[in-house]
């Protein structure tokens, strides 16, 4: 009864190679979101989704190109790894315009070590 | 753009010793406040949030936080910590931009609690 799940829970990779993380919400929300946690445990976001549109888009490399094929999944996409990818990846979602007064439901995350 | 301080990077306390989590954000607008746990290994969770009313907010497992608009400020506190306390704690803002509401993070406290 997992509300937010996110797959693969752990991804080791080279430098370069190209990897997708997946995002599952069951909460029947319509915003979800990509942050980033790096090792010194800031968490920044990245991306997020209302309702299959991106809505929020901080500066992050294009190299990350978040996809949402419905309400319920919102995927990110990497490409041409790098060091600096390595990170804690954690997927959201809320129910509302983006958030606002509406509690962030947090997955797992995704520990990405690139090597 | 809005920030997040939280002065406390790790924070060491006795069981029933009380708790005070400092946190500080920069935004002369309508802001919305939240405090997360993230026990470890686990996903993070709301502890509690503020919108507008009264300041001191309750929340989950006995922890209050007091929003001092004057000092920017959103200090989560508990009256006597436990072993099962110990986890990262992470102050959050959200402030409206545009038809959106960006999110973002404190750098979190380590809070360890010895028995």
């Known amino acids: 009864d997992t509300a937010v799940s996110q797959t693969p829970k752990y991804l080791v990779t080279q430098m370069g190679n190209d990897k997708s993380i997946k995002c599952e919400q069951n909460l029947g929300h319509d915003t979800m979101y990509w942050y980033k946690q790096d090792s010194k445990k800031f968490l920044k976001i990245m991306f997020s989704y209302n309702n299959k549109e991106l809505i929020i888009n901080e500066t992050v490399p294009n190299r990350f190109s978040p996809k949402s094929p419905d309400k319920a999944h919102l995927n990110l996409h990497i490409n041409s790894l790098e060091l600096g990818d390595s990170a804690v990846y954690f997927c959201?979602?809320?129910?509302?315009?983006?958030?606002?007064?509406?509690?962030?439901?947090f997955g797992p995350g995704t520990r990405l070590t690139v090597l | 753009a809005q920030s997040v301080s939280q002065h406390n990077h790790h924070v060491i306390l006795s069981e029933a010793a009380s708790l005070e989590l400092g946190c500080n954000y920069s935004?002369?607008?309508?802001?919305?406040l939240f405090w997360y746990v993230q026990y470890p290994g686990q996903h993070l969770q709301l502890l509690l949030k503020y919108f507008s009313g009264d300041p001191l907010v309750k929340g989950i497992k006995g922890f209050e936080a007091e929003f001092i608009k004057s000092k920017f400020s959103f200090n989560l506190r508990k009256p006597s910590v436990q072993w099962s306390d110990t986890a990262e704690y992470f102050c959050?803002?959200?402030?409206?931009?545009?038809?959106?509401?960006?999110?973002?993070f404190g750098r979190g406290t380590s809070l360890i609690v010895h028995p």
């Open positions: 959201a979602s809320s129910q509302g315009l983006a958030g606002g007064h509406n509690e962030q439901f």
């Open positions: 935004y002369g607008g309508t802001v919305n």
């Open positions: 959050a803002v959200r402030v409206r931009a545009g038809g959106s509401y960006i999110p973002t």
